[in-house]
C-alpha cells in the first residue's frame, strides 16, 4: 500500500496565502522604491553631464565672473550671463503676479461658484489652453499684443512720468516687444497649469469644513478665506512653483517678443533677454567655447530652478508648523 499525504488544513492554505501575499508587498515596494530613485538618478546624470559639458566655459570665465559678468560676446570669447539671469527673473516674476492670483480666482469659480452645467465647459477650455504649443503664444504675442500694447505702454508711461520710482520703471518705450510684453505671455502661458492644479487642490478640501464655516454664519467669502485657502495652501504653492519652471524655460515665446537685446534696465518697457530664449537664439550657431557657455547657462538656471523649489518647501513647511500651532 502507498502512504497518501494528509490533506492540507486551512492553516497551511493561510500560511501559504500569507506568504504570498508578503513575497508580492515586498516586490511592489522595492519596484516603487525602484521608480523613485530613478527621478533621482536621471536629476544627478543631467547635472552632472551639462557641467562636464560647461566646465571649460565656467574654467575660462571663473563660476562668479560667469553668472555676474554683464557681457556676452561670443566672438571674443566674452561670456557673462547676468543681463539673462537678470531678465529672466524679471519676465518669470511679471508672469507670476499675473498669473497667480487670476488662476486661483479660476479655479475658486470652478470650485465654489460655477453651476455644474457651465464648470465643465471651463474646465475644458483651460485644459485646451494648457495644449497650444509656446510658439502659437509667441506668435500671437508677436503679431497681435505688441502692436496693439505699444500704444498703451506710451499712454502708461506719460501717466506715471510725474512720480519719481514708477517714472522709471516703467519708462516710455517705442516698440511692444520688452520685459513687460514677456512677462504677460509667461502669464497666459502658465495660467492654464496652475489653474488646473489649484481646481484639483481645492476639491480635496473637506465638505464638513465648509459646511462648519457656514453653520458658524461665514459667507462665502469668509468661509474660502478660513477654510479653503489655509487647507489649500501647500498644494497652491506647488502649483505656483510649477507654473514658475513653466515661465523660467519657456524660450521661443520670449525669444519672439522680449527683443533680444543684452543689457540690465529697469525700465519695464525696455528690451531685454532671457537665459532660455538665449540658447534657442543662439545653439545653432554656436561652436567650441560659445556652445559651452550656452550649456553653462542651462546649468545655472537648473539650480536655480532647485533653489527655487527648496525654498518653496521650505515656505510650505513652515506655514503648516504654523497652521498646526494655531489649531492645537
Do not use: C
Amino acid at each position: 500500500m502507498t502512504a497518501t499525504a494528509p490533506p492540507e488544513t486551512s492553516e497551511d492554505l493561510d500560511l501559504g496565502g500569507d506568504s504570498r501575499a508578503r513575497g508580492a508587498d515586498r516586490s511592489f515596494r522595492g519596484l516603487v522604491t525602484l521608480a523613485g530613485l530613478m527621478v533621482l538618478v536621471i536629476l544627478a546624470l543631467i547635472l552632472v553631464t551639462t557641467t562636464l559639458r560647461a566646465m571649460p566655459a565656467l574654467r575660462d570665465e571663473g563660476l562668479w565672473g560667469f553668472i555676474t559678468g554683464t557681457r556676452w560676446a561670443p566672438n571674443e570669447d566674452i561670456f557673462g550671463t547676468f543681463p539673462m539671469l537678470y531678465g529672466t527673473l524679471v519676465t518669470s516674476l511679471i508672469g507670476m503676479i499675473v498669473a497667480v492670483p487670476v488662476s486661483i480666482g479660476i479655479a475658486l469659480f470652478i470650485t465654489e461658484i460655477a453651476h455644474r452645467r457651465v464648470r465643465k465647459y471651463i474646465v475644458t477650455v483651460v485644459d485646451l489652453l494648457a495644449t497650444i504649443p509656446s510658439v502659437v503664444f509667441g506668435l500671437v504675442g508677436v503679431l497681435v499684443v505688441v502692436p496693439f500694447i505699444t500704444d498703451w505702454y506710451q499712454g502708461f508711461a506719460r501717466l506715471v512720468d510725474p512720480i519719481p520710482v514708477l517714472s522709471s520703471i516703467f519708462d516710455e518705450s517705442n516698440t511692444g516687444r520688452n520685459y513687460f510684453t514677456a512677462g504677460l505671455v509667461l502669464a497666459i502661458m502658465t495660467i492654464p497649469i496652475i489653474t488646473s492644479i489649484a481646481r484639483e487642490v481645492f476639491d480635496t478640501v473637506p465638505e464638513t469644513d465648509k459646511q462648519a464655516a457656514y453653520a458658524l454664519g461665514a459667507t462665502r467669502w469668509e468661509m474660502i478665506r478660513g477654510a479653503v485657502l489655509p487647507h489649500s495652501f501647500g498644494g497652491l504653492v506647488g502649483a505656483s512653483m510649477l507654473g514658475l519652471g513653466r515661465a523660467m524655460g519657456e524660450t521661443i515665446a520670449v525669444a519672439l517678443v522680449i527683443g533680444g537685446s543684452f543689457h540690465i534696465s529697469a525700465n519695464m518697457f525696455d528690451t531685454g533677454n532671457t537665459m532660455a530664449a538665449v540658447i534657442a537664439q543662439q545653439w545653432g550657431e554656436s561652436t567650441g567655447l560659445h556652445t559651452d557657455a550656452l550649456v553653462g547657462i542651462g546649468v545655472v538656471l537648473f539650480a536655480i530652478t532647485i533653489i527655487i523649489n527648496f525654498v518653496a518647501r521650505w515656505v510650505v513647511r513652515r506655514a503648516e508648523t504654523k497652521m498646526r500651532g494655531a489649531h492645537s
